[in-house]
C-alpha cells in the first residue's frame, strides 16, 4: 500500500481509503489541484463534519458499477427515456460539499446540461440519479445533502441501497422513483455479480432475455 500527499503529488494505491480530519473548502480545492484532470483517487469533503476523504478503488470495483450503469440504460430505453449520463465527475457546493459518484444521471433535467463538459452546480441542476459502488469504503449518505441529488444509490456486498431525499435528509427506501414500477432493489444485484463471476456481455444478454421478454 502506498500513500502520498504531497503539493504536488496526490495518488493512493487501489483499495486504499485515506481520512483527513479538520480539512476547510480551501483543502479540499487544493486536494483537486494537485489531482488535475486525474480520475482517482476519488476525493469528498463535507464541510459540516470537516472531513476530507481520499479513496483509491480496486478493479473489481469498476466493472460493478459498469455492469449498473449498463443496466440503468437498458431499463430507461425500456421506459423509452431520455438521459445523459456523467462519469467521472464531481460535484461541488460552495463551502459545503464536494462528492464524486462513480455514476450519475441526468434523466427528467437532462437538457440542462446538453454539451457541458462539467457541471456547476450554481446554475445546473443536480443529477436525478447517482450511484456509488462500495468494496473497500463506505459511502456516506450525509455527504450528498448538500448536493441534493434527488436519488442515491448504494451497491454494497451484492445489495442495492436506495436514498431517496426528503427534506434534509435522505430516507432509505424499497423503491426507486425513477423505476417506480420496478423492482430494481432485488432485480439488479443478481446481474452485477453474474457481470463480475462471468462477463459483461453475458449479464446483459440474460438481463433482457429473462426480464425485458417477459415484460414487453
Excluded at 482517482?40 to 480496486?58: D, E, H
Excluded at 431520455?82 to 450519475?104: H, M, N, R, S, Y
Amino acid at each position: 500500500m502506498f500513500v502520498t500527499v504531497s503539493p504536488n503529488t496526490l495518488s493512493l494505491s487501489p483499495g486504499t481509503e485515506v481520512i483527513l480530519h479538520d480539512q476547510t473548502w480551501e483543502d479540499y480545492e487544493q486536494l483537486l489541484k494537485i489531482r488535475q484532470d486525474k480520475t482517482f483517487p476519488k476525493i469528498y469533503f463535507n464541510a459540516k463534519t470537516g472531513v476530507i476523504l481520499l479513496m483509491s478503488p480496486l478493479q473489481n470495483h469498476g466493472k460493478r458499477i459498469d455492469a449498473l450503469r449498463d443496466l440503468v440504460k437498458i431499463l430507461l430505453r425500456y421506459q423509452n427515456q431520455d438521459w445523459d449520463c456523467f462519469d467521472p465527475i464531481t460535484l461541488k457546493k460552495f463551502e459545503q460539499a464536494g462528492v464524486e459518484p462513480d455514476t450519475c444521471f441526468y434523466i427528467n433535467n437532462y437538457q440542462a446540461i446538453l454539451g457541458k463538459d462539467r457541471i456547476d452546480l450554481t446554475v445546473d441542476p443536480p443529477p436525478d440519479l447517482a450511484i456509488e459502488v462500495d468494496l473497500t469504503s463506505k459511502t456516506r449518505v450525509e455527504d450528498y445533502l448538500p448536493i441534493a441529488i434527488p436519488e442515491l444509490w448504494i451497491y454494497r456486498r451484492g445489495e442495492l441501497l436506495i436514498y431517496l431525499l426528503e427534506g434534509d435528509r435522505y430516507q432509505n427506501s424499497q423503491a426507486s422513483l425513477i423505476f417506480n414500477n420496478i423492482d430494481v432493489k432485488n432485480l439488479l444485484p443478481k446481474y452485477v455479480e453474474l457481470a463480475w463471476n462471468n462477463r459483461s456481455s453475458l449479464a446483459l444478454r440474460q438481463f433482457e432475455q429473462d426480464w425485458l421478454n417477459e415484460n414487453k
